[in-house]
C-alpha cells in the first residue's frame, strides 16, 4: 500500500518536473554550451584578454572537436599572445579550422601569410589561389598573391596585381602598405615614396602610411622630413604610445637623448597605469647607465599599476642582475604569490636561490621554468650556471648549448661554456667559446680575459698578456685585468713587475682577497716573510673584520711554521664567519702537525657540518685515523669520501690499500685502486698500491711493471723499493730482488716490511756464495 503524505499535491510535482527538466535539457545541451562559450571568447578576444579567450575557445573545442570556428577563433588567440610556441599553436588550429571548414576564407589567408613568412612561396601561393577562385575580387588574397611574387624577386608580375587592386578599392590603405612595400623590395624608393604619400592624400588621418613614409626618410637621411611626418602622426593620433615610440627612437638615433626621455614620460602620463610605459622607460635608463632612475621609473610604476607583475618581475631581474638578491625576495615572493606556476616568477627564484648557493632549490625551480616555456635562453643559461656549480659539467655543457640555440649571440653563456672548458683543459674549445664572442665584439673586456686565462693555462705568458692589455684598454677599471698582467710577470719570473700589476688591482677593490694571496705567495718565494705578514697586516688595518683576511693571515704563518701565530688568526676568522670551511681545515692541519689529533678531528667535522659534501676533510680524517691505527674507522671516512665522488683518486687509492693491507677484499682493492689509477695515471703512490695489490694476487709480472713504475718516479722511497724487491722475489729473478731490497734497506732500516727485506737479502747473499 502507497502511503500518501499530507499536503501532496500531484499537479505541483508534476509542474516541478517539466521545470527540472527544461533546465537540465538547457544545462546539458551541448550545442548552447558550446555556443556560451564561444560568446564569451570572442568577448575576450574584442577586449584584448587573449589567454581567457584561448581557454573559451579550448572549452568549445573540448566539447565539439570538429567545431571550425571553435579552432580558427582559438587560431586568432595564440596570434595575438605571439611568440614562437603560441604561433606554432596558431597555425596547427588554423589548419584543423579549414580541414572542417575549407570555406573559411581569413583562416586560408592566415595559413598562406603563414607559409610566405617561412618562404615557403609555393605553398602560400595554393592558399592565395585557394581564396581568389572562390572569391575574385578577395583583396586580401591579392596583396598575399602579389607579395608571394615579390618574395621569388617576380616584380613584374607583382606590381601589376597590386595596381589592380588599387583600381578596384582606391581607399584600402592596407594596398598602399603592400604596394609600396613590393617597391621597397625592388629598391625603388622613390616610388615607394609616392605611393605613401598617395595614401595620404587619399585618407590624411591615416596613421600607418605618415610612419612608414617617416621612416622611408630616416632610412634614406632625411631627418627632419621624417620628425616632421611623425609629429603630424602624433597630432592626428596624441594618444597613440607607438607613434610617440618611434619618434624616441629617431631621438636616440640622433643623439638626442633628453628629448627621448621627454617623450618616453609623455607615454607614461598618457596611461599611468600602464606598465609597459615604466618598461621602456627603465630600459633607456640603463642604456644610459642610469641605474637610479631605473629604480625609481619601475617603483613608481609599480605603485601607479597596481603592482603590476611586468614590473615586478622587470625590478626582480635588475636587482639580481646587480646582486642584491636579498632585495629582490620580496617582489619574487609577490609574484609567486599570485601566481605560484608563473615560469618567469620560478625563473627569477632560481636565481635568488642559486645567488643563495641553495643549488637543488635553484635547479628544481629552473627545470619547471623551462617545463613551462622551454624557450627562454637565460633560464637555461642559469639552470647551466647552477649544475657547473654543483658539479655536473655535462648537464652545465647541455644547457648551455641550448641556451646558445635560443640565443646565438648569449655572450654570457657563450663564455660560461667556455670557462667550463677551461676548468676541464679542453683549452682549444675555451678558446674557440671566446674568440666567438671576439670576433663578433673584439673590445669584449671578458671575453679577452677568457681568451689570456686559455692562453696561460697554455703557458704562452706573452699571447695571454696581449689578451689581458686589450681588455685592460678597453675595461680600465675592472680590477681583473690587472690581476691577470700579474699572473703573467709572475709566470715570466718578473716578481717587481707582478706585484705592482696586483696592487694596481687591490687599488680598485681592496676585498680581492685572491690578488692579496697572490701578493704574499710571491714574498714568500722571494724567502720574504714579513713582507707577506705586513701587507696582509696593513689590510686588515683597513677591514679589521674581514674573516678571509684573517684566514689568508693564518695561512701566511703556517707557511712560516709560527703555528701558534696561525692558529690564533684562524680562531678569529671562524669567530667572525662560523661557516668558513677552509679554516677549519687549516686548523685542523695545525693540530695534526702538533699531533693534537683529537683537536683536529674535531675541525675536520667542523667542516664537514657546513659542507657534508666537501671531500678534503674525510680524506683528512681517514689519515688521522691510520696514524692513530684506527683502521676500520679511516675505512669509514674515505667510503664516504667515495660516496660523494666515486672517481676521487687519493680516497680510492687509500681504501684499496687498506683493504689488501688489513684482510680486506682484494678484489673490491683491486677494483678501487684501478679507479685511482684511471684517474692519476702518472702518480707513483697510486701505481705502488696497484702493483702491490697485484703482487698480493699472485699477478707478479703486472705487479713489477707498476712496482717498477713507481720506483722510478720515487727512487728515495724505502717501502716501495722493498715492494719491488719483494715482486722480483717472488717471480723468481733474485740478482733484482737482492738488489731492490738491499736499497731499500739502505735508504732506512725501520719501514713495513724491514725485517722480511733483511731475512731475504741474507737468504739470497748466502745462495750467491
Known amino acids: 500500500m502507497i502511503r500518501v ?66 579552432h580558427y577563433h582559438l587560431g586568432l588567440a595564440y596570434l595575438k599572445l605571439g611568440g614562437p610556441t ?30 610566405f613568412l617561412s618562404r615557403d612561396f609555393d ?79 587619399v585618407k590624411s588621418d591615416a596613421i600607418e602610411p605618415r610612419t612608414a613614409l617617416a621612416s622611408l626618410y630616416l632610412k634614406q637621411g632625411k631627418a627632419l622630413d621624417g620628425e616632421s611626418e611623425l609629429k603630424k602622426a602624433i597630432e592626428i593620433k596624441p594618444d597613440s604610445p607607438d607613434i610617440r615610440l618611434m619618434l624616441a627612437s629617431f631621438y636616440i638615433a640622433a643623439k638626442r637623448f633628453s628629448e627621448a626621455e621627454k617623450i618616453y614620460e609623455s607615454v607614461i602620463t598618457l596611461k599611468p597605469d600602464n606598465p609597459n610605459g615604466y618598461l621602456i622607460l627603465t630600459e633607456f635608463y640603463l642604456a644610459n647607465r642610469r641605474l637610479q632612475d631605473a629604480h625609481n621609473t619601475l617603483k613608481s610604476g609599480l605603485e601607479k599599476s597596481n603592482n603590476a607583475p611586468m614590473l615586478q618581475k622587470r625590478l626582480s631581474e635588475l636587482l639580481l642582475d646587480e646582486k642584491k638578491h636579498k632585495e629582490a ?41 623551462i617545463k613551462s616555456e622551454s624557450n627562454h635562453a637565460s633560464v637555461h643559461y642559469y639552470l647551466g650556471l647552477a649544475y657547473h656549480a654543483s658539479g655536473n659539467l655535462q648537464a652545465a655543457k647541455s ?58 693555462q697554455q703557458q704562452k705568458p706573452d699571447e695571454a698578456k696581449a689578451y689581458f692589455e686589450k ?30 700589476q696586483l696592487e694596481k688591482a687591490m687599488s680598485m677593490d681592496p676585498n680581492l682577497i685572491d690578488v692579496l694571496s697572490m701578493i704574499t705567495a710571491i714574498h714568500l718565494s722571494n724567502k720574504e716573510p714579513k713582507k707577506a705578514i705586513d701587507r696582509v697586516t696593513a689590510q686588515l688595518k683597513q677591514s679589521p673584520n674581514e674573516p678571509m683576511l684573517h684566514h689568508l693571515l693564518g695561512k701566511v704563518y703556517i707557511t712560516t711554521n709560527d703555528l701558534n701565530s696561525a692558529e690564533e688568526s684562524l680562531k678569529k676568522a671562524i669567530n667572525l664567519k662560523s661557516d668558513l670551511v677552509g679554516a677549519y681545515i687549516d686548523l685542523g692541519d695545525i693540530y695534526s702537525k702538533k699531533g693534537v689529533f683529537e683537536d683536529a678531528i674535531k675541525q675536520y667535522n667542523e667542516a664537514i657540518k657546513v659542507n657534508p659534501k666537501l671531500l678534503q676533510p674525510y680524506m683528512l680524517l681517514g689519515v688521522i685515523y691510520e696514524k692513530q691505527n684506527k683502521t ?26 687498506l683493504y689488501a693491507e688489513h684482510g680486506g677484499n682484494i678484489d673490491v682493492a683491486l677494483s678501487l685502486a684501478q679507479t685511482a689509477k684511471e684517474m692519476l695515471p702518472e702518480d707513483a703512490s697510486v701505481s705502488d698500491t696497484l702493483g702491490w695489490i697485484y703482487y698480493k694476487k699472485q699477478v707478479y709480472l703486472t705487479a713489477i711493471s707498476h712496482l717498477k713504475e713507481s720506483a722510478e718516479k720515487m727512487p728515495g722511497n724505502s717501502v716501495v723499493r722493498y715492494h719491488l724487491g719483494m715482486a722480483y722475489y717472488k717471480k723468481g729473478d733474485k740478482k733484482l730482488a737482492k738488489d731492490e731490497l738491499s736499497a731499500s734497506l739502505k735508504l732506512s732500516k725501520e719501514f713495513p716490511g724491514a725485517e722480511e727485506a733483511k731475512k731475504i737479502v741474507a737468504e739470497l747473499s748466502k745462495e750467491a756464495k
Open 329 to 369: 625576495v620580496p617582489y619574487v615572493d609577490a609574484i609567486l604569490k599570485k601566481h605560484p606556476n608563473d615560469p618567469y616568477g620560478l625563473y627569477l627564484r632560481g636565481r635568488v636561490r642559486l645567488s643563495d648557493n641553495k643549488l637543488n632549490e635553484a635547479i628544481e625551480d629552473l627545470k619547471l621554468s
Open 86 to 115: 603560441y604561433l606554432k599553436l596558431a597555425f596547427e588550429e588554423l589548419n584543423k579550422a579549414v580541414e572542417f571548414d575549407p570555406n573559411l576564407m581569413d583562416a586560408q589567408l592566415k595559413i598562406g601569410e603563414f607559409y
Open 632 to 657: 676500520d674507522k679511516a675505512i669509514e671516512s674515505y667510503k664516504k669520501a667515495l660516496e660523494i665522488n666515486p672517481k676521487f683518486a687519493p680516497a680510492a687509492n687509500n681504501l684499496a690499500w
Open 471 to 500: 681588455a685592460i684598454k678597453n675595461s680600465p677599471q675592472d680590477p681583473r685585468g690587472y690581476a691577470r698582467l700579474g699572473l703573467v710577470y709572475q709566470m715570466k719570473r718578473n716578481n717587481h713587475a707582478a706585484i705592482t
Open 123 to 201: 605553398k602560400a601561393m595554393e592558399r592565395a589561389d585557394f581564396i581568389l577562385k572562390k572569391e575574385a575580387n578577395n583583396i586580401d588574397a591579392k596583396i598575399l598573391l602579389a607579395t608571394i611574387y615579390a618574395g621569388k624577386k617576380d616584380f613584374k608580375k607583382a606590381i601589376p596585381i597590386m595596381e589592380e587592386a588599387l583600381k578596384a578599392n582606391p581607399d584600402f590603405i592596407k594596398s598602399y602598405m603592400a604596394m609600396a612595400g613590393i617597391y621597397l623590395a625592388s629598391n625603388d624608393s622613390a616610388s615607394a615614396e609616392r605611393i605613401y604619400k598617395k595614401a595620404i592624400a
Open 5 to 70: 503524505f499530507k499536503g501532496f499535491n500531484p499537479i505541483a510535482i508534476i509542474l516541478s518536473m517539466l521545470i527540472f527538466a527544461s533546465l537540465s535539457a538547457c544545462t546539458f545541451n551541448p550545442e548552447k554550451k558550446a555556443a556560451k562559450h564561444m560568446q564569451r571568447g570572442q568577448e575576450y578576444l574584442n577586449s584584448a584578454q587573449y589567454k581567457e579567450a584561448s581557454i573559451e575557445f579550448k572549452n568549445v573545442i573540448q566539447i565539439d572537436p570538429k567545431n571550425a570556428q571553435g
Open 399 to 456: 644547457e648551455l648549448a641550448e641556451s646558445l640555440k635560443l640565443n646565438p649571440v648569449f655572450d654570457s653563456a657563450r663564455l660560461a661554456l667556455s670557462a667550463i672548458y677551461l676548468g676541464s683543459r679542453d683549452y682549444e674549445l675555451a678558446l674557440e667559446e671566446a674568440q666567438k664572442v671576439l670576433k663578433r665584439y673584439p673590445e669584449h673586456a671578458v671575453a679577452n680575459l677568457m681568451a689570456g686565462d686559455v692562453k696561460l
